[in-house]
């Protein structure tokens, strides 16, 4: 089934960089967490709520994986979730067990991973957000990721909730910059359109009268006024 319209935020990163785990502190959606990889099959969705009656949809979109645009684990289908969303947020696990890609190397994977499936996606707003603060007592981890790509990194912990506030606060700025180019483009495409002014045109609905069958009774696709078709006529 495809999903429409998924949320205002999609969160991606390597399997256990800690996605549900952000989702399921930061709204009331229960998804699956665990600590091997592919725990959540299905995108999941979220209602974030701010102070203020502020509030966003937020998605956690699994499964992105190395050589996901060709189809790899579970990436692909989900990528086009991710297509769908406003704002991207990257979170990396700036603690990664032995064996797991290190922050900066995750940051990457996944970045090609979104460059290679399309550009449009690629060319989206992203927050890049380091994950599992918690871990240490420093944030030289996070400075260290942040250095390395050369991006601004909010530095978080899902389990602990460090920096969320200014996480939130970020995103929906982010989201309201995103709404308000939608709109000045939509209202772009309204004054280019000449005719957006008039009033919508009745439906087509063919009408006879004493066998003539009127085509349209209100304009023609030229503007003139309505195209009598008596060719059934004939028998009057
Ligand atoms: N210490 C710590 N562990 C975390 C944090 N976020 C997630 N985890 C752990 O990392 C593992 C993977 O988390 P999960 O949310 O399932 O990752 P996902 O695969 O990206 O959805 C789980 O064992 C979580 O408990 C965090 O902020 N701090
Ligand atoms: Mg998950």
New binding site residues.
């Given amino acids: 089934m495809e999903l429409k319209l998924i949320a205002d935020v999609g969160l991606v990163?390597?399997?256990?960089?800690?996605?549900?785990?952000?989702l399921s502190r930061v709204s009331r959606a229960h998804?699956?967490?665990?600590?091997y990889?592919f725990?959540?099959l299905n995108p999941q969705l979220g209602i974030v709520e701010l102070s203020g009656y502020r509030r966003f949809v937020m998605a956690?979109i699994?499964g992105l994986i190395e050589g996901a645009h060709e189809g790899a684990g579970l990436g692909d289908e989900f990528l086009r979730h991710i297509e769908r969303t406003r704002v991207i947020v990257h979170?990396i696990?700036v603690?990664p067990l032995e064996g797991q890609p290190k922050a900066a190397e995750a940051y990457r994977v996944i970045r090609e991973e979104l460059e290679k499936y399309s550009h449009k996606l690629a060319a989206k707003q992203e927050v890049v957000v380091a994950?599992?603060?918690?871990?240490s007592d420093t944030l030289e981890a996070v400075t260290d990721l942040s250095e390395a790509i050369d991006r601004e990194v909010l530095a978080?912990?899902?389990?602990?909730g460090q920096g969320l506030s200014v996480f939130g606060e970020k995103l929906w700025s982010m989201i309201e910059e995103v709404r308000k180019r939608e709109e000045a483009k939509a209202d772009a495409a309204r004054v280019d359109d000449p005719f957006s002014n008039l009033p919508p045109r009745p439906p087509f609905e063919p009408v006879i009268e004493g066998g003539t069958i009127i085509v349209n009774p209100g304009l023609n696709d030229d503007g003139e006024t309505a195209i009598k078709d008596d060719s059934n006529g004939d028998n009057q």
């Fill in positions: 990163g390597l399997p256990n960089a800690g996605k549900s785990t952000l998804p699956k967490i665990a600590d990889p725990t959540t956690d699994p979170i696990d603690h994950n599992k603060i918690d871990l978080i912990s899902g389990v602990t």
